[in-house]
């Protein structure tokens, strides 16, 4: 039995009244539904973002419970846009009629999507934003080299700097073995392929690096902390804005096509100031104040 006093008077409910009220408040329909498991803090980070921007929240569904029921849920919800937060919950967006704007992240470069009123952001840091840094607080490294995939040299755009030198690799051997064999570089950039990036092929990395001298830049805050000089790590609650925002306008156009997929507009900066001084290299004052977090 539950109490409310009101002008001095008590009315009593029995509890099943509220069980109810909760019910029907969870059961309303939502214009906007997101599919992410926010047990995830980048998960957690982007869906702030996503309510900051829209104008009504968005309802949160996890992908694990929402497994061949996205097009049930999208129904029942009456969404006019879904938003997907990995690679996993994008595959299952087949399912949506076409008439549903889909939204995505949490992926690292932009999958090849059949599927039309399709668009989203992914978490690969484009190469201009290295570049472009290096440039101006960073200029002694002039000759960087790039090694990964053809398929990530390709979506990162990497063709498009005739003075970075590209290494095509495979496997995580031919990785390692790559970077034994450059001379004349004053810098490696990493690719986000985790298959290559294994923990042991990492390891030989840094050791190599401190050996030749030639610093690392890394992709993420772990890397950093690992030994690389530095990273560029995309923002999840600017990505989050940003997502919302196309939400908020697909609500009522019902169509995203206006929007191509678009790398981050906002990156957190780390720097690892033992493996510059190690190898020599000043960073200035300027690019400290900038960073979100110095190492060690």
């Known amino acids: ?29 939502s214009d906007v539904i997101v599919f992410g498991d926010k047990r995830l803090k980048p998960v957690v980070e982007i869906i702030s973002g996503i309510n900051e921007s829209l104008p009504f929240p968005a309802k949160v569904y996890s992908p694990s419970s929402a ?3 996205m097009k049930e849920i999208a129904s029942q919800e009456k969404a006019r846009v879904v938003i997907v937060l990995g690679r996993n919950a994008l595959d299952e967006t087949l399912q949506l009629p076409a008439s549903i704007p889909v939204i995505y992240d949490l992926v690292v470069t932009p999958p090849i999507i059949k599927r039309a009123n399709t668009t989203g952001c992914y978490m690969g840091t484009p190469l201009k934003e290295y570049i472009e840094l290096i440039r101006r607080y960073l200029r002694p490294i002039r000759r960087i080299a790039v090694v990964g995939s053809q398929e990530l040299m390709n979506a990162l755009d990497v063709a498009a700097y005739p003075q970075v030198a590209s290494y095509n690799v495979k496997t995580p051997y031919e990785f390692v073995t790559t970077l034994e064999q450059l001379d004349s570089i004053d810098a490696v950039v990493l690719l986000p392929d985790v298959s290559l990036l294994t923990a042991t ?17 890394g992709l993420s805050e772990k890397h950093v902390r690992q030994g690389a000089l530095l990273a560029l790590v995309f923002d999840p609650v600017s990505v989050g804005r940003y997502i919302g925002e196309m939400a908020a306008i697909a609500v009522t156009s019902s169509d995203v096509r206006q929007y191509p997929p678009a790398p981050p507009r906002k990156f957190d900066l780390f720097i690892n100031m ?7 290299i000043s960073i200035p004052a300027e690019l400290v104040q900038r960073a979100k977090r110095i190492y060690p």
């Open 274 to 280: 033992d493996t510059a001084g190690k190898m020599g």
């Open 201 to 217: 092929a990492l390891e030989e990395a840094y050791l190599i690096s401190f050996k030749k001298g030639i610093p690392l830049i």
């Open 1 to 29: 039995m539950t109490v409310l006093s009101l002008s001095g008077k008590s009315i009593f409910f029995p509890a099943v009244f509220f069980s109810v009220i909760l019910f029907s408040s969870n059961s309303e329909s």
């Open 67 to 69: 497994k061949g029921r």
